[in-house]
């Protein structure tokens, strides 16, 4: 199968500075490489993703870096604002797996005001 | 109306009971799954189908079972909960694209 690693498990900062959260993964088939945030009672929803043809993609305050040689991609926050607080789950999906995810242990980020 | 809904959710029943966790989606998508998540342990995978006639364990089957009713719905059952049990539960289906999951049930066995 495949195995997700994610750190740190638990992160807080300070208003307006900037989250990076990790996640590593072991089989180089896997292609495609989501994060998803959970909000307090609420399911784990998609915020961005990133295929194993890119190296980083941008989506406002939110980006997503990979690094295939070394089997890593992070997740990238800037100007945290308290809404981001929540937990963060990255995933691995392998290619001709039947979309099957596996997931990382979760992160929670407390953005303090 | 939600994409995914899942019911009840919130339940808590006794060691011994059979209990049945249910879930519809709107989303016409063909893959369904149900997660399990406990603190520290991130989402695990119990059961997915991915179609009517189709169903697969996932890594932590074992004490679980699952009725795909039809493609819109998913149910888990646990034939006879035990503490350990415990966890909150997610439904999910996905298209090739990715996964939309349900609001969760917040199970506890006493």
């Known amino acids: 199968g495949e195995n997700v690693e994610q750190h740190p498990s638990t992160l807080s900062v300070q208003e307006g500075d900037s989250a990076v959260i990790k996640c590593t993964y072991s089989?180089?088939?896997?292609?495609?490489f989501p994060w998803y945030k959970q909000e307090l009672g609420k399911g784990p929803q998609l915020i961005i993703d990133?295929?194993?043809?890119?190296g980083e993609k941008k989506d406002q305050r939110i980006a997503v870096t990979l690094n295939k040689t070394a089997k890593h991609f992070s997740l990238h926050i800037t100007e945290t604002q308290p809404e981001d607080s929540a937990v963060y789950f990255c995933?691995?999906?392998?290619?001709?797996?039947?979309?099957?995810?596996?997931f990382g242990t979760g992160t929670s980020l407390t953005v303090i005001p | 109306d939600a994409d995914v809904t899942q019911t009840p959710r919130n339940r808590i029943t006794k060691t011994g009971k059979r209990i049945m966790l249910e879930c519809s989606q709107t989303?016409?998508?063909?893959?369904m799954y149900w997660y399990r998540q406990d603190p520290g342990l991130g989402l695990r995978l119990i059961y997915y189908s991915f179609d009517v006639k189709d169903i697969n364990k996932g890594e932590i089957s074992d004490g679980y079972s699952v009725s795909r009713q039809a493609q819109a719905k998913f149910s888990l059952s646990l034939e006879s909960a035990i503490p350990n049990q415990t966890a909150l539960y997610f439904c999910a289906t996905s298209d090739l694209i990715g996964y939309t999951f349900g609001s969760g049930t917040r199970l506890t066995v006493v």
């Open positions: 995933a691995a999906r392998k290619a001709n797996t039947g979309n099957q995810f596996y």
């Open positions: 089989d180089s088939a896997s292609n495609y």
């Open positions: 989303k016409g998508h063909d893959r």
């Open positions: 990133i295929r194993s043809n890119v």
